[in-house]
């Protein structure tokens, strides 16, 4: 009987290590994920385009 409540008690406890390790690496996915969208749109040029009849726009973009 005290063997089935130690064996009980260890088979919660890797559970809850288990479900807490499945967090954090919920957690870590979210913030690698997080990571991944900032660099996309920092090194990617937004993309803005120009109206070819609006000369005021070639020149605010590239002043002389």
Do not use: W
Request: aromatic share 4%.
């Amino acid at each position: 009987m005290n063997k089935e409540r130690d064996f009980e008690s260890l088979v919660e406890a890797l559970i809850r290590m288990l479900g807490k390790s499945n967090e954090r690496v919920n957690d870590l996915t979210n913030r690698v994920n997080q990571l991944e969208v900032i660099l996309r749109e920092s090194l990617l040029p937004v993309y803005h385009p120009m109206h070819q009849t609006d000369p005021k726009a070639n020149l605010q973009k590239y002043p002389s």
